[in-house]
């Protein structure tokens, strides 16, 4: 019989979320952080805002699993 420490597959589910949101935040950062003339900075960090608050509720999810299976659900893994 396989155990999975729970408290581990919540830690590796934590790191595959910073590195997805990472990823998403990418084009956003290159536009604030190079401050590229003609392209809203505003509306840039809007979508930052909204990625947070995304993923913020997916580390919600992950904290409140119960099983990894529960974890793969918030993943979307199969």
Known sequence: MITINLEKAK???HDKRRAKRAEEFAPY???IMKQ?????AVE??????EIRDK???IQNDID???SPE???AVLGIE
């Open 70 to 72: 529960e974890i793969k």
């Open 64 to 66: 409140a699993a119960e």
């Open 11 to 13: 830690a590796i589910a």
């Open 29 to 31: 950062d290159e536009v």
């Open 55 to 57: 993923y913020a509720a």
């Open 44 to 49: 840039a960090e809007a979508k930052r805002q």
């Open 36 to 40: 590229i003339p003609g392209v809203d």
